[in-house]
């Protein structure tokens, strides 16, 4: 059986506080994102359900993923938040490339954090090739990222991102510019079964291209209560967004 997805976007970092402060350099959190973790922490129960932690390599998902997770990643013996690049902000702006992997190891070793990088490699911060921030790039990297989920051995795994790639890693863009450049709040979490493939799925190129579905009950959480989008529909949602993305300033190549 294939396991259920708790997906998450990241806390406040202090890229948040506006586009004047997208020109730093792989954010951290915020005191209110610190602050929005702990909330996050008490409203997930039971968190011992939760398997297994991953998260964007980028600091705020990753400190948003240990504060968060605190509880699992200490009582669990061994157990390590997992960081994957394919869970890489979108863009080539500066708030959205990472660290240098020498450097973030070297971070996350002296502060011995539970985190296990062995899925970054070098160069995962240059934003070309797999990470170009342009549709098909994109949207294979979500494709990517679905299969090795839906292909793990757990029953509960929480997923921390950010608002623009949870859009294609979902292949769900209602309401995807309610705030800049996605429709998720911080520390919003929304809970994905994986479905049957029918290749109707917004992106679908391939067989098995694990197409996930919110679940009613998390619909219901945040307060939704109409039918969600059908793929046909999700198509048309997905241009406007994309279109108003840009006129946010934040364009994607599409």
Not at 10 to 24: F, I, S
Not at 109 to 125: C, I, M, Q, R
Not at 155 to 172: K, W
Not at 196 to 221: F, K, L, V, W, Y
Request: with cysteine.
């Amino acid at each position: 059986m294939s396991p259920r997805i708790h997906l998450i976007r990241h806390a406040q970092g202090y890229h948040n506080l506006g586009p004047e402060y997208w020109n730093l350099a792989d954010p951290l959190l915020t005191d209110e994102g610190k602050r929005q973790c702990l909330e996050l922490s008490d409203s997930l129960s039971p968190k011992s359900t939760i398997d297994l932690v991953c998260a964007s390599p980028m600091r705020r998902a990753i400190y948003t993923g240990l504060e968060a997770f605190a509880s699992i990643l200490r009582d669990r013996e061994g157990s390590k938040l997992i960081a994957l690049p394919d869970l890489q902000e979108l863009s080539n702006f500066a708030c959205d490339v990472g660290t240098d992997l020498v450097d973030l190891q070297k971070e996350i070793d002296e502060a011995n954090l539970p985190v296990n990088l062995s899925f970054v490699e070098e160069g995962w911060t240059k934003k070309t090739g797999r990470y170009e921030p342009t549709r098909e790039k994109i949207q294979a990297r979500a494709r990517d990222t679905r299969r090795w989920l839906k292909a793990r051995p757990e029953e509960e795994i929480a997923v921390v991102s950010h608002g623009g790639f949870l859009h294609f890693l979902t292949e769900d863009w209602e309401d995807g510019c309610k705030h800049e450049a996605t429709a998720w709040a911080n520390v919003e979490f929304r809970t994905y079964e994986f479905v049957a493939d029918d290749g109707n799925s917004p992106s679908a190129e391939q067989s098995d291209d694990a197409p996930m579905r919110e679940t009613a009950d998390s619909r219901h959480r945040r307060g939704k209560t109409n039918a969600p989008p059908t793929c046909e529909s999700q198509k048309m949602i997905c241009e406007q967004t994309l279109l108003g993305w840009a006129e946010q300033g934040y364009p994607i190549g599409i």
